[in-house]
């Protein structure tokens, strides 16, 4: 069974700053791309940034320059760094990996989600 566990949502102020981070665990063959959605309420989800097993990075606009996505290969996990962060940051962020848990089988998968909250 393979699974995604995320961390380090929080409280913060505006201009803060925060650090996500989220494990794959179980049988793991090899990672295609992790990356991390968030969804405000009343809105839709949206892609917050994501990056490809050679490292090849994809931010949204609204976060380019502040945030910024890593992956440690070797512990199946992927970071957000979120700097200078705004209220409209405000949302819960969820984890995603899309992997081959062996040759055959390839997933596409979720985190339980994290909330992040930032006063103004």
Same mark, same amino acid.
């Given at each position: ?7 380090? %949502?929080?409280?913060? /102020? !505006?201009? *803060?700053?925060? #650090?996500?981070?989220? =494990?794959?665990?179980? $049988? &793991?063959? @090899?990672? +295609?791309?992790? %990356?991390?959605?968030? /969804? !405000?309420? *009343?809105?839709? #989800?949206?892609?917050? =940034?994501?990056?490809? $097993? &050679?490292? @090849?990075? +994809? ?62």
């Amino acid at each position: 069974q393979v699974q995604l566990v995320e961390s380090g %949502g929080g409280l913060v /102020q !505006a201009g *803060g700053s925060l #650090r996500l981070s989220c =494990a794959a665990s179980g $049988s &793991i063959f @090899s990672i +295609n791309n992790m %990356g991390w959605y968030r /969804q !405000a309420p *009343g809105k839709q #989800r949206e892609l917050v =940034a994501v990056i490809t $097993s &050679i490292a @090849s990075r +994809n931010y949204a606009d609204s976060v380019k320059g502040r945030f910024t996505i890593s992956m440690d290969n070797a512990k199946n996990t992927v970071y957000l760094q979120m700097n200078s962060l705004k209220p409209e940051d405000t949302a819960v962020y969820y984890c995603n990996a899309d992997l081959w848990s062996d040759v055959a089988n390839e997933y596409d998968l979720w985190g339980q989600g994290t909330q992040v909250t930032v006063s103004s």
